[in-house]
T-cell receptor, first 114, second 110 residues
């Protein structure tokens, strides 16, 4: 069983479209995250979310919105896609109290906007 | 969280030890040093962490200087599969999301 799974693995879409990336974790973790890795390979936090609060990186456009139907899922919705949104998006999860060692990452979703 | 400085890239011969340095001169007393790595096209993977004592696990060893201003990750017998970007991250136990810097690209060659 994959601990943190993302779907789809690859996503090619046209500018202006709306798309979603799904993330599920079966680790029982209480916090989930979305990271973006651009073409320069910088890995940047976009959101962190647990059942108490959503923390948004202020640099993330409001076209991006995380949605969590339950503790095990954190989906990423992107509206009006732009060329600059092309990147690899990683979902991750962790358990409060485990510090920085307990992060588990998914295998990534490569989004290409054409 | 304290800032870290790592060399951009390093090379290592297969079978030799890879020693990856990290400077964190502004580290505070309650901050840990964490190491993650990202193998090409995969998500980052936890390697090891420490507070002030040296640590060893099945993957690597972590040496932290007595003043805690720098540390070294040691892969004792590097293999081709250790080729990856290695990230040194400093944060406290209750910090928010992991913040990644530019890391060190380690290339292991035969």
């Amino acid at each position: 069983d994959t601990a943190v799974s993302q779907t789809p693995k690859y996503l090619v879409t046209q500018m202006g479209n709306d798309k979603s990336i799904k993330c599920e974790q079966n680790l029982g973790h209480d916090t989930m995250y979305w990271y973006k890795q651009d073409s320069k390979k910088f890995l940047k936090i976009m959101f962190s979310y647990n059942n108490k609060e959503l923390i948004i990186n202020e640099t993330v456009p409001n076209r991006f919105s995380p949605k969590s139907p339950d503790k095990a899922h954190l989906n990423l919705h992107i509206n009006s896609l732009e060329l600059g949104d092309s990147a690899v998006y990683f979902c991750a999860s962790s358990q409060e109290g485990t510090g920085g060692k307990g992060y588990t990452f998914g295998s990534g979703t490569r989004l290409t906007v054409v | 969280d304290a800032k870290t400085t790592q060399p951009t890239s390093m090379d290592c011969a297969e079978g030799r030890a890879a020693n990856l340095p990290c400077n964190h001169s502004t580290i505070s007393g309650n901050e840990y040093v964490y190491w993650y790595r990202q193998i090409h096209s995969q998500g980052p993977q936890y390697i090891i962490h420490g507070l002030k004592n040296n640590e060893t696990n099945e993957m690597a060893s972590l040496i932290i200087t007595e003043d805690r201003k720098s540390s070294t990750l040691i892969l004792p017998h590097a293999t081709l599969r250790d080729t990856a970007v290695y990230y040194c991250i400093v944060r406290n136990q209750a910090g928010t999301a992991l913040i990644f810097g530019k890391g060190t690209t380690l290339s292991v060659s035969s």
